[in-house]
């Protein structure tokens, strides 16, 4: 009885510390067709369906770990015309979306619309990849994980050539990371942004890399939806720096969410303490202010940094507090014992002890 009670409570923490993982981490379940290329079931390229053709921007190749997903940035139109561009080769959780009225390719816009639904709050992103290609030191890739609340709607959007396009769409990506990344034309209903995570670079990795992208906070709320995208040019298309090149792709494998266990900043008392350390589980003495009250309040936060945004502008992310679920406070005494404050990770894989003695 014993063992069978053992073995269904580690099947429990399995399955909770999964569920905290995106669909297909390892980017192996293969199901679905594009002409006559393999797609990923649960992520989605930006394969291009428009002017009675059609142009695969995501493939299946041998992975770190069976097989990885390559998306490559590639022309899109008509060559023998002159008419066309070079689209981004990228996937997403969400559905990438191309708009094109007729031939004019000067109004052409794009993007990814959605997600998935999602209540989590990961601290990094970490994912393998490798970046190759003709131009690498002339765009970026892009790794980017975000989430947010409610619905963000939009009918506008910029188009290559600087103006803005009509075609309405629902928790539009530029809708909803309104400080990087934001619609420059028309949202008509802003998704309350959660959370970004976002790395973008000319760097070029011939071998196999693990990047790890800090998840950075703009809300204490939790959730509801997320989207992940993995790019291998300037994405967003015709929002980027500085342009598109043909060729330039980027393999991904085994994406991981890190849930962390550590402080990012403590607050005693209205009063941010600035000589906090967060990597340590030994005593750390916080000297009050005086006249302060004998009551000690402490917050704890999390996710605090900041952003280069697509027009270069720093776009600051204030973090969140953690709430009574991730974190428990055994009170001490003024000039006596410590304060004991555990922080455990929202998926359970670690726990950090912090020791604080208060002295008046």
């Not at 009050?288 to 502008?313: D, H, M, V």
Request: net charge positive; hydrophobic share 35%; with cysteine.
């Amino acid at each position: 009885m014993k063992k069978s009670l053992l073995v269904l409570l580690a099947l429990g923490a399995m399955i909770a510390v999964q569920a905290q993982q995106l669909p297909d981490p390892h980017f192996e379940n293969w199901s679905d067709k594009f002409k006559d290329d393999p797609q990923l079931k649960d992520w989605h390229g930006s394969n291009v369906n428009q002017v009675g053709q059609k142009f695969t921007f995501m493939y299946r190749k041998p992975g770190r770990t069976g097989y990885c997903a390559y998306v490559v940035d590639r022309f899109v139109g008509i060559p023998k015309l002159k008419i066309g561009a070079t689209g981004p080769g990228y996937m997403s959780l969400g559905y990438p979306w191309q708009f094109l009225k007729g031939l004019n390719v000067n109004g052409a816009t794009a993007g990814t619309e959605g997600g998935i639904v999602w209540k989590h709050r990961p601290d990094t992103m970490a994912v393998w990849v490798k970046r190759v290609g003709p131009h690498t030191d002339k765009e970026d890739f892009h790794l980017l994980y975000y989430s947010w609340v409610g619905t963000a709607k939009g009918s506008e959007y910029k188009n290559k050539k600087g103006g803005c396009t009509y075609t309405e769409r629902t928790n539009e990506e530029s809708d909803i990371r309104l400080a990087t990344d934001g619609n420059e034309c028309t949202t008509d209903q802003a998704g309350k942004q959660v959370a970004e995570g976002w790395l973008r670079t000319r760097a070029k990795y011939d071998e196999w890399t693990l990047l790890k992208v800090p998840v950075f906070y703009k809300s204490d709320a939790k959730p509801t939806m997320c989207n992940v995208i993995f790019s291998a040019g300037n994405y967003p298309a015709f929002r980027a720096n500085d342009g598109l090149y043909d060729g330039n792709a980027l393999y991904v494998d085994d994406v991981e969410l890190i849930y962390s266990s550590k402080i990012d900043k403590i607050v005693i008392n209205g009063e941010e303490w600035k000589a906090f350390n967060p990597n340590t589980e030994k005593v750390q003495t916080f000297k009050l202010k005086a006249n302060s009250k004998e009551s000690i309040a402490i917050q704890a936060f999390r996710g605090i940094g900041t952003l280069t945004n697509i027009k270069g502008y720093k776009a600051k992310f204030n973090g969140r507090k953690l709430d009574n679920s991730e974190m428990t406070v055994v009170p001490g005494e003024i000039n006596g014992k410590p304060w004991i404050i555990t922080v455990k990770a929202e998926d359970g894989s670690s726990t950090h002890t912090y020791k604080i003695k208060i002295v008046s």
